[in-house]
């Protein structure tokens, strides 16, 4: 099984959290109380670690980010930049392979950054549709208008 060595089945772990809002104990609140977890197999085996989504506490649904610009690397890569939003504790990058009449489709990684790099895209980057939403924790914006990049002359 490909994650086994991720998790040992019926491992518990104890956590606590709290707050962190400066470098002095002051500006921490205090610990939560004592939870635990047990590594959550069943009849496939282990699941792939998940990440919790970014969050900004205090703030809501983020505004859709701006000034999506698609720049090709080569014939099967692409560096997406858009504009910083302040709203926004991070984002999700959706594409879609045209050539294929596949649906749009969200990175499964979140990014705190404002660019993100895609590869291997095999039908030749200007074959698919690239849009950005932000996120706040479980809330997202509307996608930016879907973008798909010019076909480079000679391909």
Known sequence: ????????????????????NG??????????PI?????????TGSGVPNPARPIRVGTTTPTAPTG???NPLDANTVQLTWTKNDTAAGYRVW??????????????ETFT??????????SGF???????????G?????RTTCQTPKRPTGN
């Open 35 to 43: 939870r635990t977890a047990t590594a959550s197999w069943n009849t």
């Open 23 to 32: 470098d002095t104990d002051d500006q921490k609140s205090a610990w939560s």
């Open 138 to 142: 479980t809330l997202e914006s509307a």
């Open 113 to 122: 950054e404002p660019t993100h790099g895609i590869a291997y895209l095999t």
């Open 126 to 136: 200007w074959n698919y549709e690239y849009c950005v939403t932000s996120i706040n």
């Open 68 to 70: 999506l610009q698609i």
């Open 1 to 20: 099984m490909p994650h086994e060595t991720l998790y040992v089945k019926g491992l518990t772990w104890e956590y606590q959290v709290r707050a962190d």
């Open 95 to 108: 594409t879609r392979d045209l050539t294929n009449g596949s649906p749009l489709t969200p990175s499964e």
